[in-house]
T-cell receptor, first 115, second 109 residues
Framework: GAVVSQHPSRVICKSGTSVKIECRSL??????MFWYRQFPKQSLMLMATSNEGSKATYEQGVEKDKFLINHASLTLSTLTVTSAHPEDSSFYIC???????????FGQGTRLTVV | GQQVMQIPQYQHVQEGEDFTTYCNSSTTLSNIQWYKQRPGGHPVFLIQ?????EVKKQKRLTFQFGEAKKNSSLHITATQTTDVGTYFC?????????FGAGTRLTVKP
């Protein structure tokens, strides 16, 4: 199946710094990428949907100035957590879809810890 | 907007018992997908149902899509310890994909 690579898998950062998470589709063109946040033992919470070349659509309650999403190409989307705080600590997962198949392919996730 | 409800939130079974998780959408779906997330892992696609009333089987797993294409179920027969994890449904309609809250399954050997 299609492969989505997410990097880094784990990151620890200091409060107030910014962290960038990359999501790459390795063998297909991802017209749409989704970013999720998952709290321990809870469901996936959709943060935003991004289409290549256009601005991301953020879900209600998600601060777009804090969670910057860039989908600059058909194989790469990035999520930047700006001015991170301990409450931003979470598991972030991206998923990618092609235009022809609705199945979502997930990255491995990034465990962010803000200290 | 579209909402997908999934129950139960947790299910603990004895190995060998059956398990079922249910999903219900507030809107008619184009398709519904099921994912499994092992502890510490990421969601992995299991199956997609498209047709009204569709039933698909994967070994001990049986997936059903309701006639109205608004609800779905995943049934596991004779659970094994390898079945542990969280099972998510995801309803898809008009380029909008929404996940249910997931059902966390634990299996006691």
């Amino acid at each position: 199946g299609a492969v989505v690579s997410q990097h880094p898998s784990r990151v620890i950062c200091k409060s107030g710094t910014s962290v960038k998470i990359e999501c790459r589709s390795l063998d297909f063109q991802a017209t749409t990428m989704f970013w999720y946040r998952q709290f321990p033992k809870q469901s996936l919470m959709l943060m935003a949907t991004s289409n290549e070349g256009s601005k991301a659509t953020y879900e209600q309650g998600v601060e777009k100035d804090k969670f910057l999403i860039n989908h600059a190409s058909l194989t790469l989307s990035t999520l930047t957590v700006t001015s991170a705080h301990p409450e931003d600590s979470s598991f972030y997962i991206c998923s990618a879809q092609t235009g022809s198949v609705p199945e979502a392919f997930f990255g491995q996730g990034t465990r962010l810890t803000v200290v | 907007g579209q909402q997908v409800m999934q129950i139960p939130q947790y299910q603990h079974v004895q190995e060998g018992e059956d398990f079922t998780t249910y999903c219900n959408s507030s809107t008619t779906l184009s398709n519904i997908q099921w994912y499994k997330q092992r502890p510490g892992g990421h969601p992995v696609f299991l199956i997609q149902l498209v047709k009204s009333g569709e039933v698909k089987k994967q070994k001990r797993l049986t997936f059903q899509f309701g006639e109205a294409k608004k609800n779905s179920s995943l049934h596991i027969t004779a659970t094994q310890t390898t079945d542990v994890g969280t099972y998510f449904c995801a309803g898809y309609n008009n380029n909008d994909m929404r996940f249910g809250a997931g059902t966390r399954l634990t299996v006691k050997p």
